[in-house]
């Protein structure tokens, strides 16, 4: 009986081993990459979160008043710091207003009473748009849209704010 013996050409020896190193680059390259198409989609990206504005709800008063702060925004793989900033006040109801001072029109920052043709509005300076006090646009100016409102909640005495939506949808 005779054994025979399986041999490795040379041919096969270097088929085999290109074929093994190739495998690895090709994981090796393909892992990352998956990595990082998948990644973001589990993460949370922060939106939907309410931020500490450092104001105290006994602070906020008829008169609307500038606050700003600063958030940390993650989209996709960069992180970054936004300033983030507010018109707050409370209305004839005693409820608390938190408009986002970016102008409708082309998004220029309004202020109160910025104009003194004009007390007791918002004003912004860039075409001269002005907003009514409930944030509402003054018709015949150039902005076509009320202020964004800040979604809000009230913690331990705290105000804190969320995102900006449309009026009538925070
Ligand atoms: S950007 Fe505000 S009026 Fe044009």
Redesign the pocket.
């Known amino acids: 009986m005779s054994e025979k013996k399986q041999q490795v050409s040379r041919r096969q020896f270097l088929n085999y081993t290109l074929t093994g190193v190739g495998g690895f680059m090709a994981a090796g390259m393909l892992v990352p990459m998956l990595r990082m198409a998948v990644d973001p989609v589990l993460k949370d990206t922060g939106a939907g979160d309410f931020a500490n504005v450092s104001l105290a709800i006994e602070d906020i008063t008829t008169e609307p008043q500038r606050i700003d702060w600063k958030i940390n925004q993650v989209d996709g793989w960069y992180e970054s710091e936004v300033n983030k900033s507010a018109w707050v006040f409370k209305d004839e109801n005693d409820e608390i207003q938190a408009f986002s001072p970016v ?1 409708k ?4 920052v ?1 202020s109160w009473e910025g104009s003194e043709q004009h007390p007791n509005e918002f004003f ?1 300076p ?4 002005r907003y009514y006090k409930d944030g509402t646009n003054v018709p015949g ?3 076509l849209a009320p202020l964004d409102v800040y979604e809000q909640e009230v913690r331990d005495g705290m105000l804190f704010l969320g995102d900006a939506r449309p009026k009538g949808e925070a």
């Open positions: 102008c029109h082309l998004g220029c309004v912004c860039c075409h001269d748009g100016t150039p902005p």
